[in-house]
């Protein structure tokens, strides 16, 4: 047998394992952007924190080399271990899944390239305990590089929210992410318009949505609350801010389409 077949068996073997311990779930969500800084695990923070008030929830952030949602929900502790599984975080109702949890510091640098960084999405998404989940969010790093297709194509999510700010930039990247998506043959459930308002403009998420023909599932204005939620470790949608009527729109919206 020769090296290039012993490979495909092994990867073959590993989907199917990782298929097997993804089972339990119900409806799989990936969070996308075409770029960083669009507030995309904003989004995929505040959404898993809404459906986790009623319905059983995982959350994984998938951005190994760059991971956030752990500073975004105030998870300072790493993980349990037991019977050589991984057992996920606890916040807000959610089961949180990070590879800041095995870093020693906050700040430790992830210098991998994309094999390294897409093994460990593997490891995560077959040695986690997910358990039985109505939903399970992915917070997919920016971009359409190695780590995003390898949790795309392995994950196989129900379908993908793509976030973008106004400007003509961002909706352009934003373009090239959902493309991808639609080339891996995955549904786009809408386009998130983030930070909208008179600083960065409006319009540029419908426009992308429209041009794409999907659904605009609505914007969020940039407000100061929702940064000052963030750094607190506590999800926005959860405290009383004046952007939450907004956000929850655009979460029920998400759960019609899916439903």
């Known amino acids: ?42 989004i995929a923070v505040n959404l898993a924190a809404f459906l986790a008030k009623d319905e059983n929830v995982a959350l994984l952030d998938g951005d190994i080399d760059c991971p956030n949602v752990n500073s975004f929900l105030g998870i300072k ?16 109702n959610m089961s949180v899944v990070s590879f800041a949890s095995f870093l020693e510091r906050e700040d430790q640098p992830v210098i991998w390239r994309g094999p390294m960084l897409s093994k460990a999405i593997m490891q995560l998404l077959e040695q986690v305990e997910w358990g039985r989940q109505n939903y399970f969010i992915a917070d997919l790093p920016p971009g359409t590089g190695d780590a995003p297709l390898t949790i795309m194509q392995i994950m196989k999510p129900d379908g993908v929210i793509v976030v973008t700010t106004p400007q003509t930039v961002a909706a352009v990247d934003a373009k090239r992410a959902a493309n991808m998506v639609n080339k891996l043959g995955v549904p786009v459930l809408g386009i998130i318009e983030n930070m909208s308002g008179n600083l960065f403009g409006a319009g540029g998420g419908k426009k992308l949505a429209n041009d794409l023909g999907v659904k605009f599932l609505g914007k969020l204005e940039l407000n100061k609350e929702i940064a000052v939620s963030a750094e607190r470790g506590k999800p926005f949608i959860l405290s009383d801010c004046e952007s939450e009527g907004e956000f929850i729109y655009i979460a029920e919206e998400i759960k019609k389409i899916l439903g």
Request: aromatic share 6%; hydrophobic share 35%; glycine share 10%.
């Open 1 to 42: 047998m020769n090296d290039i077949k012993k490979a495909n068996m092994f990867f073959d073997e590993r989907l199917k394992k990782i298929n097997e311990n993804l089972s339990g779930i119900r409806r799989k969500i990936a969070v996308i952007s075409g770029k960083g800084g669009v507030g995309k695990t904003t």
């Open 77 to 92: 502790e790493g993980f349990s271990i037991q019977e050589e599984r991984i057992i996920p975080n606890r916040r807000y």
